[in-house]
């Protein structure tokens, strides 16, 4: 089993603004470990000033690739050579691949949602309506994976309602069979729109350090018990959004399974090994 960091060492890592979180190089390294690979995941956090240097960086310094995260997962796309076309159509990327010094985006977050919600939940997303919080590059490739699955309306909810309409405008001509609707975040429409939800999904970054006290719906009345409710942050593991969730009476999944499962991809895609989803899972929740 190699353990050892040497010479042909492969470089692979994350790249975000607050990271110190992350469980992203617990994940990589227990999978690099377990398949005596030579490659170590390192965490890079870094400022958005430093945004096209770093990215340029990857080739200079021949990383094999790196994950992309909070803010940066659209703001990246311009700096590549080349996008896989849903990575293209979705706006954002989680995962770049150098192949050569030829940078490639990809976004693993839409297979990494589907197998949460599908494996996990066994949540039918067909003919579902959904409500989503948030409009940002995690949103993009939520909402692209539920308009896949053949969703029948999703409503989003932003505080730049610009953003939340740039989606729509993105998105619709593609999927004709599903509505979308946006809205800004303080809207009385919530009440309504969540009493016919089936999905409540927070893809904001109210409830992660250092708004551990912030939730996308303070009006915790507003949750039931029909209600599958999804906060895509899972540090903490149960975010105020979730525990209020939770008390209504309704299921809550956090973001661990799902970043559990586009580790996965990308990992495939960095090393071509795809190791089994639930053992790493299971891995990851004895050991975080
Ligand atoms: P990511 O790549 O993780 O999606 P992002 O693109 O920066 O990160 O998106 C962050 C999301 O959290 C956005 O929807 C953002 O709202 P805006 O589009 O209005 O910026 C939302 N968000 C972050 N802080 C927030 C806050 N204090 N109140 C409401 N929404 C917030």
């Not at 958005?48 to 340029?56: A, G, M, R, S, Y």
């Not at 990383?63 to 700096?79: A, C």
């Not at 896949?148 to 409503?155: D, Y």
Request: charge should be positive; proline fraction near 5%.
């Amino acid at each position: 089993m190699k353990k050892e960091i040497n010479g042909k060492t492969k470089i692979i890592g994350v790249i975000g603004k607050n990271i110190e979180n992350s469980l992203s190089p617990l994940i990589h390294n227990q999978m690099i470990f377990k398949h005596s690979l030579n490659f170590c995941y390192l965490p890079f956090q870094v400022a958005e000033t430093d945004l096209n240097k770093v990215i340029q960086g990857i080739k200079a310094l021949n990383i094999r690739g790196v994950n992309i995260t909070f803010p940066y997962k659209e703001k990246v796309v311009k700096f590549l050579d080349e996008v896989e076309e849903s990575a293209r159509r979705i706006g954002a990327v989680n995962t770049i691949v150098n192949n050569k010094g030829i940078l490639t985006g990809y976004n693993t977050d839409v297979i990494g949602f589907k197998r949460s919600l599908q494996e996990d939940e066994e949540f039918v997303i067909k003919k579902k309506k959904a409500v989503i919080f948030g409009a940002g590059g995690a949103a993009r490739g939520i909402i692209f994976a539920l308009l896949e699955e053949e969703i029948e309306e999703i409503c989003i909810f932003n505080r730049t309602l610009e953003k939340a309409k740039k989606i729509k405008q993105d998105f619709s001509p593609f999927f004709p069979e599903s509505s979308i609707d946006v809205f800004p975040l303080e809207e009385e429409n919530l009440k309504n729109k969540i009493e016919r939800a089936h999905l409540l999904v927070n893809t904001t970054s109210l409830g992660m350090p250092p708004q551990i006290d912030n939730t996308p719906l303070p009006d915790e009345k507003l949750f039931h018990p029909n209600l599958l409710v999804y906060d895509l942050i899972y540090h903490p593991a149960k975010t105020l959004f979730l525990r209020q969730a939770e008390k209504s009476g309704a299921k809550i999944i956090n973001g661990l399974p799902m970043l559990v499962y586009q580790g996965i991809e990308s990992f495939y895609l960095w090393t071509g090994l795809k190791p089994e989803g639930k053992e790493v899972l299971e891995i990851i929740k004895r050991i975080a």
